[in-house]
């Protein structure tokens, strides 16, 4: 069975600095990994997908994300944290073939003045 | 210009009630889901159509039926509600590989909040 892990509840980091979220997956076949953000009271928004080639993506409000296939991790970056990237973000993963998306269970990410 | 939309924003009711909440696309996608997430934030995937047809259904109690008039719509209707139901529920549209467009990138309400007490 497909899924991914999110080994952080929360991530703490000071405005300015880089921000690092972690992600690993399990899957039994070719994995299409995403990213999605959830700010309070609002459903999750893309931020960004890795399904073939370059194995660093780049995506929405400067976010980026590395797919390590011998790790079997995908973590998302940012060089410079802002307070407003304070959000839940959500790791997902879909195997090639399959209809669905199958979700970590979320970090919150903390950004401090 | 809402995107996904879904009524009621938010649910207050009894146990052992029926409710229903209603979602709507207007993205001309042809693949729709209803998504639960619990008070730990944990997000699981409930049904999916595709172009009115159920293609996914996750083992949920048939006191949950979802209903797709046409593939602009999915509602979700549930029967004799239980403390457990309490929940956001999120509706979400995305359209599927080979048509131009990818169901890799879901685009979300922004969910019902359900309580049941």
């Known amino acids: 069975a497909q899924s991914v892990a999110q080994p952080e509840d929360q991530v703490n980091v000071a405005e300015g600095n880089p921000l690092t979220v972690k992600c690993t997956y399990s899957?039994?076949?070719?994995?299409?990994l995403f990213w999605y953000v959830q700010y309070p009271n609002r459903g999750l928004q893309f931020l960004l997908k890795?399904?073939?080639?370059?194995?660093l993506v780049k995506g929405s409000y400067g976010f980026e994300a590395e797919f390590n296939k011998s790790q079997t991790s995908f973590h998302l970056k940012k060089p410079s944290a802002l307070v407003s990237d304070s959000a839940l973000y959500f790791c997902?993963?879909?195997?090639?073939?399959?209809?669905?998306?199958?979700f970590g269970t979320g970090t919150r990410l903390l950004v401090s003045p | 210009d809402t995107a996904v939309s879904q009524t009621p924003k938010y649910l207050v009711t009894q146990m052992g009630n029926d409710k229903s909440i209603k979602c709507e696309q207007n993205l001309g996608h042809d693949t729709m889901y209803w998504y639960k997430q619990d008070s730990k934030k944990f997000l699981k995937i409930m049904f999916s159509?595709?172009?009115?047809?159920?293609?996914i259904n996750e083992t949920v109690p048939n006191r949950f039926s979802p209903k797709s008039p046409d593939k602009a719509h999915l509602n979700l209707h549930i029967n004799s509600l239980e403390l457990g139901d309490s929940a956001v529920y999120f509706c979400?549209?995305?359209?599927?590989?080979?048509?131009?467009?990818?169901?890799?990138?879901?685009?979300f309400g922004s969910g019902t909040q359900l309580s049941v007490l």
């Open positions: 159509y595709n172009n009115k047809e159920l293609i």
């Open positions: 997902a993963v879909r195997v090639s073939g399959f209809q669905k998306l199958v």
């Open positions: 899957v039994s076949g070719n994995p299409y």
């Open positions: 890795y399904i073939t080639g370059d194995n």
């Open positions: 979400a549209s995305s359209q599927p590989s080979g048509t131009g467009g990818s169901n890799e990138k879901l685009f």
